[in-house]
Nanobody
Framework: QVQLVESGGGLVQAGDSLRLSCTAS????????MGWVRQAPGKERELVAA????????YYLDSVKGRCAISRDNAKNTVYLQMNSLQPEDTAIYYC??????????????WGQGTQVTVSS
């Protein structure tokens, strides 16, 4: 029903920046809460950042506060994650997720395929 496609990942050095993008299909994007979830090998997945449908509320994982910023452009059906001062601990597959929720953290019903972020030291 809803398709999410991520892009923008890659291999960077510690201290570098990346901006991830997620583009959604469908006409209901503007009603969706959106988030970025990451999973590193051997670790549980964790919510990195989230934003409400009206952009009034955001959430950030403690370890990325001050380094990351989530934003969205509803006219483009796109959500972004700007990541600065990247560290090796940020290495993971980053997934875009969305759901028709009043709360930025979900629940999420739709998931992208993921984009790999690798940070070398």
């Amino acid at each position: 029903q809803v398709q999410l496609v991520e892009s923008g990942g890659g291999l960077v050095q510690a201290g570098d920046s990346l901006r991830l993008s997620c583009t959604a299909s469908g006409r209901s994007f503007s009603t969706y809460a959106m988030g970025w979830v990451r999973q590193a090998p051997g670790k549980e997945r964790e919510l990195v950042a989230a934003i409400s449908w009206n952009r009034l509320r955001t959430y950030y994982l403690d370890s990325v506060k001050g380094r990351c910023a989530i934003s969205r452009d509803n006219a483009k059906n796109t959500v972004y994650l700007q990541m600065n001062s990247l560290q090796p601990e940020d290495t993971a597959i980053y997934y875009c997720a969305g759901g028709q929720s009043s709360y930025p953290r979900g629940p999420y019903d739709y998931w992208g395929q993921g984009t790999q972020v690798t940070v070398s030291s």
